[in-house]
Each structure stands twice: as structure tokens, then as C-alpha cells.
């Protein structure tokens, strides 16, 4: 271990053996939460307590390791101007990268969405004139059945 916290990079299959253990614990802990205990010997009981301080400085090795992960990488100012820097050139390569020919084909593309949507305009209208139609017809007829009959009568 380094004197800022964080670990040198010859340790690497130790993180993983480190890994497998917590999971291994983690999974003793689950069984012994679920009901199954084990017998109260006292040399069962010493090992109980030493996987429980081995499962505490277990986290804090852990713990330790990504906050010396963490001190290691770029400050948070420096990565947000990155950032802004990186989406600006995204921006200035969309803008710069359009060729004649993509400039034409988006043209075309907004000119024929246009034209569907002014055709779905169109139907729309027609297909409400249309049932603005058969209402005014209904009504003549009904209009009509009554003064046919009031004339009868």
C-alpha cells in the first residue's frame, strides 16, 4: 500500500481473491441469517469473531482501495471542462461535416415529411366534412319524418 491509500498494481489477483472471500462470507453470514447455526463451541464461537473482524477490515481494505481510486483519478473541475471541450467539438464536427450532398438529401427528407403530413391534414379534414355530411343528411331525414307525420295526423 502506497502512502496515499491506494494499492500498487502487483496486487491485482489479491483484489480477486479479496472478492471471492467477501462473497464467500457474505454468503456464510446469509446462512447463518436464515436460521442455520452453528454449534456453540468455543473454538466455533473464536472463529466467528475472527471472520467478523476479517469481514470488517475486509471493508475497510475495500473502502480504502476506491477512495484511493478516487484521489488517483482527475479532479471533478477538470472533468466537467473535458467534457464541455468534448461535446464542443461533437457540436463543431456536426456543423462542419455536412457535404452538399447531405444538405440536399435532409431538404428532401423535410420536404417529403411536409407533404405526408399536409396528406394527413388533407384526410383528416375530408373525413370530418364527410361525417359533417351524413349528420346534415340524417337530420333532413329526420326533419322530414317528423313533417310528414304532423301532416298526417
Known sequence: MSFNGSFSNNSNHTHTEIQLASRSSMLHSHRRDNGVKAEASS????????????????????????RGLALSS??????????????????????????????????????????????????????????FVRVRQNLRKIHSAVQNKAANC
Open 43 to 66: 473454538g466455533q464461537s473464536n472463529l466467528m469473531k475472527a471472520s467478523r473482524t476479517h469481514n470488517e477490515l475486509h471493508k475497510e481494505l475495500l473502502l480504502a482501495h476506491k
Open 74 to 131: 482527475r479532479s471533478e473541475l477538470q472533468q466537467v471542462l473535458e467534457r464541455r471541450k468534448r461535446v464542443q467539438t461533437d457540436s463543431e464536427e456536426d456543423g462542419q461535416s455536412k457535404t452538399p450532398l447531405e444538405d440536399v438529401l435532409l431538404r428532401r427528407q423535410q420536404k417529403q415529411l411536409e407533404k405526408e403530413k399536409e396528406q394527413e391534414d388533407k384526410e383528416r379534414d375530408e373525413a370530418q366534412l364527410m361525417e
